[in-house]
């Protein structure tokens, strides 16, 4: 089935490490994204990549880095530098908004929780 | 900057009820604006898209409207059911594909 598979489910990041959430997407998408959701709150845009080799800044992006080797992987590392990591992770994917109907499809997220 | 505000925050209602929920945002130069469903510790569904064109889309019990000049767009949830418990966001997309989303709407529905 095509989709989108976000891992691991849950992590957790001890103070000072690096840790990496995997997304990887089989719809053929170009674009593929990174958002963060606190509880009772809307979405918020990390990082962004409309084409393979070539990412963007969302609206929060310090504290993480990204890649984009492949088109069909985006994975997020959550650096030491972030000071509030705590949160659920959502990795989407779409075809450029040139075409008619790019819905936006997601993952099924990943809780990370510093301990 | 864009600004996307959803209302109510939370919505209860009794079953066979129909459902109203409103999105309304600041900048009308918009792609195209999307209505979401989030289960509790779960990804989104896209539920409708609205192209910048268009002024509604509806599929089975859903309508979504969208007014851009005036910045709204309403959900309409026809004959509520308790499995259309869940938090509804809408998002609102600019011509680079970025989506800029609401806090969301918590809907309970009650047997």
């Known amino acids: 089935d095509g989709g989108i598979t976000q891992s691991p489910k849950y992590l957790f990041r001890k103070e000072g490490q690096n840790v990496t959430l995997s997304c990887e997407q089989n719809l053929n998408h170009d674009a593929m994204y990174w958002y963060r959701q606190d509880p009772g709150q809307g979405l918020r845009l990390i990082y962004y990549?409309?084409?393979?080799?070539?990412?963007q800044k969302g609206d929060i992006a310090e504290g993480y880095s990204v890649s984009r080797e492949k088109k069909e992987s985006f994975p997020l590392t959550v650096t030491s530098a972030q000071k509030n990591p705590t949160a659920f992770y959502l990795c989407?994917?779409?075809?450029?908004?040139?075409?008619?109907?790019?819905?936006?499809?997601f993952g099924e997220g990943s809780w990370l929780t510093v301990v | 900057k864009q600004e996307v505000t959803q209302i109510p925050a939370a919505l209860s209602v009794p079953e066979g009820e129909n459902l109203v929920l409103n999105c309304s945002f600041t900048?009308?130069?918009?792609?195209?604006l999307q209505w979401f469903r989030q289960d509790p510790g779960k990804g989104l569904t896209s539920l409708l898209l609205i192209q910048s064109s268009q002024r509604e889309q509806t599929s089975g019990r859903l309508n979504a409207s969208l007014d851009k000049s005036s910045g709204r767009s309403t959900l309409y949830i026809a004959a509520s059911q308790p499995g259309d418990s869940a938090t509804y966001l809408c998002?609102?997309?600019?011509?680079?594909?970025?989506?800029?989303f609401g806090a969301g709407t918590q809907v309970v529905v009650t047997p």
């Open positions: 998002a609102v997309t600019d011509s680079w594909g970025k989506l800029q």
């Open positions: 900048d009308s130069a918009i792609y195209n």
């Open positions: 989407a994917s779409s075809r450029p908004p040139t075409v008619d109907g790019n819905t936006i499809y």
């Open positions: 990549s409309q084409i393979v080799n070539d990412f």
